[in-house]
């Protein structure tokens, strides 16, 4: 997609700091953390919104980046938060699917 900025991102068009790829994945910092650690595993296709998913395939890559992501941050053993938001209502704001992984200090309960 063209004015994607997850699509700029995984075509080294814009600056980020990568924390893992893989052929299917990208991982890297968000520069707005809401946690010590975290991190945007985005696929290197562009899928707009989790609803868009058609390949098994591509959300097994996405959470084998995941696992890799929270071992590489040091959250693996201590735990971690993974979400995915999902259209306007559930706070997706960037339309290319993507998993927030989110670490390193104890998180709030308050999901609301």
């Not at 910092?29 to 010590?36: H, T, W």
């Not at 562009?46 to 097994?60: A, I, L, N, P, W």
């Not at 980046?65 to 259209?87: D, H, M, S, Y």
């Amino acid at each position: 997609m063209e004015g994607c900025i997850f699509c700029k991102i995984v075509r080294r068009e814009i600056p980020a700091t990568i924390v893992y790829e893989s052929a299917n994945a990208l991982a890297f910092d968000d520069v707005n953390p809401m946690a010590p650690a975290h991190v945007i595993v985005v696929p290197k296709i562009h899928v707009s919104t989790f609803m868009d998913v058609k390949d098994e395939g591509m959300m097994d890559g996405l959470m084998t980046a995941v696992q890799e992501v929270a071992k590489i941050k040091g959250v693996a053993g201590k735990g971690f938060r993974t979400v995915i938001n999902c259209n306007e209502e559930g706070g997706q704001v960037i339309f290319h699917l993507h998993v927030h992984v989110l670490g390193g200090r104890k998180l709030s309960d308050n999901m609301g």
